[in-house]
């Protein structure tokens, strides 16, 4: 089943972007998956196909038109798809490696970029779309978040990423963040590797990472460490704060 993904955007022209080059692009020219785009101002309003108009209640900025969004939503995606119905959106649930692997395991995904100050309230109800953010910060349209979203996506379709092993051991997939990665020289301005990963003892080289993913967890992301956990890796040190 190829992972399909339908973009709604006032900005097609923004799509593949950075998603038709290296491991995506080749992914995507090469059948894995597939990508659509679906022009919303193509059923604006009038002559000039407005797609926006003033906030009710009064307020700065622009609000986009629900019968409008409704429409494209209705031209692109047919009543008995079963995608998720995304917008991208900075109030949205935030986006996790766990939503990230549930979206992959189905047939793809439907995404709704919004423009200006939002989205009338009645499409994102009428329409049953899920609200996903990729972070506490405001970006220009919804068109860089879509990307994102779909690049993580992406990685995760087999064959993709060639071998199936390198995503097994990356940030979040084991709830702790990635350890440190060495390369070649063996030395560099003062810098040696470390022992553990010249030891050439497996146990011991899964041991160092492991504790290193930990001591980065600890000290960077210690929201992503449950209280018994986080008292097993560190019994005799307080909860950092943030």
Request: aromatic content about 4%; glycine content about 12%.
């Amino acid at each position: 089943m190829t992972f399909r993904a339908s973009v709604l955007t006032l900005y097609p022209e923004m799509f593949p972007g950075p998603l038709g080059h290296s491991l995506a692009g080749e992914g995507l020219r090469g059948g894995l998956w597939s990508l659509e785009t679906h022009q919303i101002r193509e059923h604006g309003i009038g002559r000039h196909l407005k797609v926006d108009d003033s906030p009710a209640g009064g307020g700065a900025g622009m609000v986009l038109r629900c019968d409008v969004l409704a429409a494209a939503i209705d031209a692109a995606v047919p009543a008995d798809d079963t995608r998720p119905r995304l917008l991208m959106s900075p109030r949205g649930r935030p986006l996790s490696q766990l939503m990230v692997r549930d979206f992959v395991a189905g047939a793809g995904v439907v995404i709704v970029c919004g423009r200006f100050e939002g989205v009338d309230e009645r499409v994102i109800e009428g329409r049953g779309l899920t609200e996903v953010s990729i972070g506490d910060y405001i970006l220009s349209g919804g068109e860089m978040a879509a990307l994102v979203l779909l690049d993580a996506c992406v990685r995760l379709i087999p064959g993709v990423m060639g071998k199936e092993a390198s995503g097994a051991e990356e940030s979040f997939e084991n709830g702790l963040l990635e350890y440190p990665h060495y390369t070649r020289p063996r030395e560099w301005e003062g810098r040696g590797l470390p022992e553990a990963l010249l030891s050439g003892d497996h146990a011991r080289i899964a041991r160092w990472r492991r504790e290193q993913a930990e001591r980065l967890t600890r000290e960077r992301r210690p929201d992503l460490l449950g209280d018994d956990q986080e008292k097993q890796v560190v019994p005799n040190e307080p909860r950092q704060r943030r």
